[in-house]
């Protein structure tokens, strides 16, 4: 998706109430990749310091992550309902037990989104937009901007 277009899809997509589209909007706001997200556990997020460290278990390059959160996703991990028996961030329930996404969620909720004839973005893709807006718009460095 052209970054341009990134504020309309966000309107759209806040208007969505489902665990999926709170997850792929945290997935869009932190550039972060599917399996980071919905693995995400709340021990790894530092909400008073607005910070959230994956491990290095769940990183492509198998080094520990430190991202840096901006106001909205601190606000938006702190409106997601919290379960006793997970300390998942993202989580469905199935027979009243809370699970983890699928790798397929956010994804299937693009699906739904776009009309029959749009193409569908990909979760994946966002990482994209975010390096085109940060390259485009910003002055950062190149090396920050990809180790972002």
Same mark, same amino acid.
């Given at each position: ?60 390059? =198998?080094?520990?992550?430190?991202? $840096? &959160? %901006?106001?909205? +996703?601190?606000?938006? *991990?702190?409106?997601?309902? #919290?379960?006793? @028996? ?7 329930? =199935?027979?009243?037990?809370?699970? $983890? &996404? %699928?790798?397929? +969620?956010?994804?299937? *909720?693009?699906?739904?989104? #776009?009309?029959? @004839? ?31």
């Amino acid at each position: 998706m052209a970054w341009a277009d990134l504020p309309a899809f966000m309107v759209e997509l806040r208007a969505k109430t489902s665990t999926s589209a709170r997850a792929l909007e945290f997935t869009i706001m932190s550039a972060c990749r599917t399996v980071e997200v919905i693995g995400a556990r709340w021990p790894e997020i530092d909400l008073d310091g607005a910070t959230w460290t994956i491990p290095k278990e769940r990183m492509k390059a =198998k080094v520990e992550h430190r991202v $840096a &959160l %901006s106001p909205a +996703a601190v606000e938006l *991990l702190r409106a997601l309902p #919290r379960h006793a @028996d997970t300390d998942l961030v993202f989580y469905t329930l =199935k027979a009243d037990k809370p699970r $983890a &996404l %699928s790798n397929m +969620a956010m994804l299937e *909720l693009l699906r739904g989104m #776009r009309a029959e @004839d749009d193409p569908v973005p990909t979760v994946h893709g966002f990482r994209s937009t975010f390096r085109d807006w940060a390259g485009e718009t910003t002055a950062h460095p190149r090396e920050v901007v990809e180790h972002a």
